[in-house]
Nanobody
Framework: QVQLVESGGGLVQAGGSLKLSCSGS????????MGWYRQAPGKQRELVAT???????NYTESVKGRFIISRTTNWKNIFLQMNNLKPEDTGVYYC?????????WGQGTQVTVSS
């Protein structure tokens, strides 16, 4: 079992920055993919960024050049540095873990960007 707890959300003006943290516990594999998803009101949950092990990183097009995903050396924690935030980045951000048939979600943290 894997447990995930997010923190770091909040209210920020457009152009500002926030850093989200996801603390993982349990049987976290070094080969796993961890990442961030977000869900805006009335919209489907969408992928923001993922990292597999300490290797390949994947970003949705709208955040490339503004967001950076990183992972600690013990594999358990990930971060999302969000710069130049835009109102369309508003939503609940969820931490996600997947390795083969094991999948887990955090409870989410709210990010609100005012114009």
């Amino acid at each position: 079992q894997v447990q995930l707890v997010e923190s770091g959300g909040g209210l920020v003006q457009a152009g500002g920055s926030l850093k989200l943290s996801c603390s993982g516990s349990g049987s976290i594999s070094s080969l796993s993919t961890m990442g961030w998803y977000r869900q805006a009101p009335g919209k489907q949950r969408e992928l923001v960024a993922t990292v597999t092990g300490h290797g390949p990183k994947n970003y949705t097009e709208s955040v490339k050049g503004r967001f950076i995903i990183s992972r600690t050396t013990n594999w358990k924690n990930i971060f999302l540095q969000m710069n130049n935030l835009k109102p369309e980045d508003t939503g609940v951000y969820y931490c996600h873990y997947r390795r083969l048939s094991v999948e887990s979600w955090g409870q989410g943290t709210q990010v609100t960007v005012s114009s």
